[in-house]
């Protein structure tokens, strides 16, 4: 009784102090722990022995660390040959908890020791299960705060220890961890135990435990043991994936300079994850990303690529050094970003994937130019704003700027300043100011580090408006903005490079740090200066008309970054109100033949976004489907087509791409009648059981297509091929499809669907393509407003919050972002996606400006295309 009086007079105390739903302090530091879980897939609940060595500052009668959702049973802690029982209480629904005992723990070395149970998640956060062809399998994922719902612990990055790791499940299934298993296998009471050797040490969220009926494909990489795993249906496909990373391994082991810094490394698929996640030795990808083959698609060769080497590259910056706190997020995901674009195209030159990094970074320019924002590095003082970090400014941005500082520095002195850092912070934690503290060491010029603060540490994309005097440039740096919107004062610190023909034949590029408002620099030679010097710049530019025109007229002669980067500028001004439809017509013609795929389709893509926002009638809807028949309708007649499986295999990757976005661009318009045909006739066969009548290239046409002259009874009938499937790309390939038809009634059907082969993320990708098409979006707006409590309240609630926003953002009035604002506004307020929203009231406020301001002229000129 005393005993209880105790405690209960203690929880009391405890309830009054303070939660701290960011950074734990330093009172109680973990020094290792030993895991040890009982996990069955085909049950709904795990259970856990988790022992954690902790080393405590002071005496304390209470220690403050996390978990979520856990049943525990049993707390205790021991210290000084003592045994001592504690009580668990969950302080706050993020996953706060507190161990209070009856006296104090003293000062030193102390064990805490947790019997607990818990349910498996129903979406990819924490320990999640997934039933797989009537199998039930177990993953792990735990970035960024979902190790606590999987086992109590110090849940934050720059808490790192060895962790090690005992899995008992049932015999006969594969268990995976961050490290080998040590030992053979025992049967201890019906069930398998698999030991693990203790990890290097780790932070919580890069842990790793799986367990299922895995396939798998193992392999070497130099002396590194390699495994490819999947589930069994998967199994013979694996091969492209097992080379793929032998071959990217090796690449980024020589561009650090050190070999692969764990001891092995798994390389595991499931079907639920929406991207991947880079536990040490053991990284993670949603199916299709690793299910490869040699005859897939360019679009997913080039998705392998890039996010394998992201991944792995990972394994050294974030694993191997790991940010001290989540502010320094973007220290793992933006150098991630670049390092895997650049050793992707490293693997696969072929592929084009360096014009993909230079894609993501204007993209994320659309994001960075509105005024609700954020910098690449934010202070996070509230664990619940993490997932606001996973977001275009970490990836697009901050990977464009890294890939800024290193075109700048130069390759070498680039990666010399990687290396130090790696270097001298391996197996511990760092921060902004120790990366920015290497690159001082290499840069040569002590304005370097500035520039890049200037770009991490305040949002907002720099317009460079030039003017040329002969050879003389003048520069004066703004905030770019929309029509309608004025630029706050923002000054950067710039890493400049311009280039020019040099007079001789060749080409001058020369590199400057521009860090005044107005500055003038110096480039002799002949002919145009190229304003953004292979792209790499983060930054748009306005020019004078006549230099404008000059560089439109030459720009089938520049490299393909130089060409995106003129097609970002371009489309910058149109939106801002200056540039013009008849001046990024003449960009696609001069473009349409260039040989970087990128670049050919660049304009293109620029004037469709246009249309498909509605600001564009049906006079200029027409204009431009003219437009695309010209210039598209020669390079079909060359290419040719035909949709059939593996006919353009052994193609060479850029014609293969080549000839998607001649299919894109041409399957709408008049001269598209027989793709038309064709696809909706490969799509019949393909579905009646010929797998050879259709390419995975042609699927999401082919599906269209076959539903757009079908009634409800084939919409119904191909979600339930795809539900009885468990192939990567056909499954949300069809699901894809019957979420676009533009019927309310489908939609109505779709979202209502009750059908336990339907996955949680998969109804949130319904809800996307429906409102992805302006016919259904409005069902769409309202369904989500009548559901937005139990999508944000559900377990992936967390992504939803960030996700449902940029849905909302595809509409295209003031009216509408006034509506938005108001409907949604008090059920986002205390959530991730508070900024999404705003983002997305923003995007649909500056679009109806833009509509309301120059709509007329901008239809009027589509109209006149030819």
Known sequence: MLLALLFGSMTVAAQAQSVPLGRLDDTAKPAAYRLDLTIDPSRPRFSGHVEIDV?????????????????????????????IAGRWQQIDPIGVARIAFPEDLPAGPVTLAFDYDAPFADGPAGLFREQVEGAWHVWSHFEAIYARAAFPGFDQPGFKTPFTLTLRAPKGLTAIGNAPEAGPRVIENGLEVHRFAPTAPLPTYLVAMMVGPFASLTGEAKSLPLRIVSTRQNADRLAFALDGTRRITGLLEDYFGTPFPFPKLDQVTTPVLPGAMENAGAALYRDDLLVVDAGAPVTRQRAFGTIVAHELGHQWFGDLVTPAWWDDLWLNESFANWIGYRIGDAWRPDLGIAGDALGTGFEAMETDALLAGRPVRQSIDDSRRIETAFDAITYGKGGHVVGMVAAWLGDERFREGVRRYIAAHAGGSATSEDFFAALAEVAGNPKLVPAMRSFVEQQGVPLLAMRRDGDRVMVTQLRYTTAGVAPPETRWTIPLCLRRRDGKGGEARRCFIMDQHTQSFMLPGEGPVFPNAGGTGYYRFELTAGHWQELIAGANRLPGGEALALVDSLWASIRAGRGTIGEMARLERKLIRHPDPHAADAADKALSKLVRENIVGAPGRRGFRLLREKLYGPLLKEYGFDPRAGVYAHEGAARAQRRVQVVNALVGTSAGRQLRKQLGAAAVAYLAGDGAALDPAWFDHAFDLYLYDRDGAAVR??????????????????????????????????????DPRLRESERRDLLDGIMARSASREYGYAWALSH????????????????????????????????????????????????ELDRAVERARNCGLLDDMMGAQIDAEFATLR
């Open 55 to 83: 080393m405590l500052a002071a005496p304390a009668s209470s220690i403050v660390l996390h978990g979520r959702g856990l049943d525990v049973s049993r707390v205790m802690a021991r210290a000084e040959g003592r045994s």
């Open 717 to 754: 009938t191909l979600v339930d091929k795809a539900l009885a499937s468990e192939d990567p790309v056909f499954r949300p390939a069809a699901l894809g499809a019957a979420a676009r038809t533009g019927f309310s009634a489908m939609a109505a059907w779709l979202l209502s669907l009750d």
């Open 788 to 835: 937005v409590g139990a999508l944000l309240g559900g377990a992936d609630g967390q992504a939803v919050s960030t996700r449902l926003p940029q849905m909302l953002g595809r509409f295209c009035s003031v009216a509408w972002a006034d509506r938005i604002a108001r409907d949604f506004k008090a059920a986002f307020a205390a959530t991730p996606g508070a900024l």
